[in-house]
């Protein structure tokens, strides 16, 4: 019995991916949402049919194997294709199975329909998901409020790397929700398994879709459709809260984004030490993506800053390339984040990983930079 060696490396193995797969289940997450809810009953009435399709036909097998055997000089019946079920079964089997498969699609389609079709009945909430590479942009249409949502790089999030976000996307339960998915690049899916459905965020289309969260919790998706090097790196976290939670907290992102927006553009003179700080905190969410929590980059595709000629060199051209980007790379322009960010970053690139050329950029000197 040579292969019985094998079984304690086959069990060792299947123990490991124990932990690792600890999130997930034998089936499905638990729904939130009454379609996701719908698409969940239609996989277990899959299922049970499977089961017991599977039951019969390995019943017949089983039989067969053991009663049919040659050994025990079991002779095949040489007209059973001459009885009448002989004659009927190869329309009456592959009927019956027909039968349940559109029993199964019929129902699926009137979810398909209920998915596809925002019903307009109530009031809706409506959030446009604009995917990028290679982060989420929630924009809360009713509210004017915008919210940026990026991974958490791996020294940050440990055992959550690429399930966790800085900014969540919070969404009100009991609440019909109206998604609007776009791109501002390549094709993106907004996915969220608990809410039910996939959907691909196309650049130059607007597509609908829609959930009435039906439970507080906190949903981990992913994008799903492949957007390039970091597709990876787009979890999407949704929050879900009860109406007055959100209230509350829509009115402090606003209260924050008002603060943010008013220190940047006060004459204060920030301390390098506040500056390295609220630099170092930037550039890990926005500019580690690419150029790497160590400032090492990934050569050649994204340029290493330690050390690199502008990050160490004359301060305008560094400031131009983070305001301006560079036209043809992945090098966006950066001129949407306010001066004091810039400045931050900045004077982080120019002193982090033994940089240290002393450079304290104020916000003031991105403002004159413009
Ligand atoms: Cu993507």
Known sequence: MQRLRYWPLVALTALGAGPAAAEYGLNFPQPAA???????DIHMLTMQ???????????????????????????ADQNFHKTWFGNWSWVIVPGLV?????TIAGSAQKV?????????????????VVGHQWWWEFQYLDHDLT?????????????????????ALVLPTN???????????????FWVPELGFKKDAIPGYVTETWAEIDREGTFTGQCAELCGTWHSRMPIVVQAVSQEEFGRWVDDQKAMKLAAVAEASSDKVWSKEELMEKGR????????????????????????????????????????????????????????LNDLDIAAIVTYERNAWDNNTGDVIQPADVRAAR
Request: aromatic share 10%; charged share 20%; proline share 5%.
């Open 34 to 40: 009454p379609v996701a809810q719908e698409i969940y």
């Open 147 to 167: 919210v940026e949502s990026r991974y958490v790089p791996k020294e940050e999030s440990g055992d959550l790397y690429l399930r966790a976000v800085d900014n």
């Open 281 to 336: 905190d930037k550039y890990n969410t926005i500019c580690a993506a690419c150029h790497q929590v160590t400032g090492l980059g990934l050569p050649p595709a994204f340029p290493g800053l330690k050390g690199s000629a502008i990050a160490t060199g004359p301060i305008p051209a560094h400031l131009d390339i983070v305001l301006n980007g560079k036209e043809g790379t992945a090098m966006q322009a950066w001129n949407s």
């Open 175 to 189: 609440k019909r929700i109206r998604f609007l998915h776009t791109s501002a690049d390549v094709n993106h899916a």
């Open 49 to 75: 049919i499977a089961t017991v399709l599977l039951v019969i036909v390995f019943a017949f097998i089983i039989y067969s194997l053991y009663f049919h055997r040659k050994s025990r000089g079991y002779q």
């Open 98 to 102: 027909l039968g349940v498969d559109l």
């Open 112 to 128: 398909l329909e209920r998915i596809w079709v925002v019903p307009e009945d109530q009031e809706l909430l409506d959030v446009k």
